[in-house]
């Protein structure tokens, strides 16, 4: 069936170091993108977003690339922070379904002092 | 997000009972869900309302049942709650009127829900 997945479920990475979170997705008509952060205890909270007509978007520190080729999504976080160390999520977003989020299983983020 | 509350944070029920779970929200959004945890799974919706008289079933209904008591509000109820609905649940809105992003959802605090 058609999924929004994850690569890998845990991450490591060095403080200071730059993070790569990746995320395929399936489905041709998926046409917005958001990545989730969420922390330990907490709901998860809005980081960043893509629409399909885009190739990079980039934030504060973050920077997500879509790839509508191989269906992929990536998260970039520079200089990683351990603040960052949380769960994150990508969501898509398909028209021709309500216009419902479909959130992927997620990826830990440990950072290392 | 404080805007989006959920009580209680966490409860420990027996196999059977009715449980409740309340959301409320201070956002002035329309839209409503709740979705459930569970790890490795990342996050399953079961109900979601688009307006007070709007109720639509998630991917995983079965077992739950939810009240749109006013705008502000969204509650989900287990009628017979059973270990595996032991999980994490979340209350999240969005506002579908265009202003900010339209398609996020803010999400409360989460419920810990442990079912014996």
């Known amino acids: 069936g058609e999924s929004v997945g994850l690569h890998l479920p845990t991450l490591s990475v060095q403080e200071g170091d730059n993070s790569i979170i990746n995320c395929a997705y399936s489905n041709s008509a998926s046409d917005y993108f958001i990545w989730y952060k969420q922390e330990s205890g907490k709901g998860p909270q809005f980081i960043i977003d893509i629409r399909s007509n885009m190739d990079k978007r980039q934030g504060q520190r973050v920077t997500v690339l879509l790839n509508k080729t191989v269906k992929h999504l990536s998260l970039q976080i520079a200089a990683t922070q351990p603040g960052d160390s949380a769960v994150y999520f990508c969501a898509d977003l398909r028209n021709n379904a309500g216009n419902m989020l479909t959130f992927g299983g997620g990826t830990r983020l440990m950072v290392k002092p | 997000d404080a805007d989006v509350t959920q009580t209680p944070r966490n409860r420990i029920t027996k196999t059977g009972k009715r449980i409740m779970l309340e959301c409320s929200q201070t956002?002035?959004?329309?839209?409503m869900y709740w979705y459930r945890q569970d790890p490795g799974l990342g996050l399953r919706l079961i109900y979601y309302s688009f307006d007070v008289k709007d109720i639509n079933k998630g991917e995983i209904s079965d077992g739950y049942s939810v009240s749109r008591q006013a705008q502000a509000k969204f509650s989900l109820s287990l009628e017979s709650a059973i270990p595996n609905q032991t999980a994490l649940y979340f209350c999240?809105?969005?506002?579908?009127?265009?202003?900010?992003?339209?398609?996020?959802?803010?999400f409360g605090p989460g419920t810990r829900l442990t079912v014996t």
């Open positions: 999240a809105t969005s506002d579908s009127r265009g202003r900010g992003r339209r398609y996020e959802q803010y």
């Open positions: 956002k002035g959004h329309d839209r």
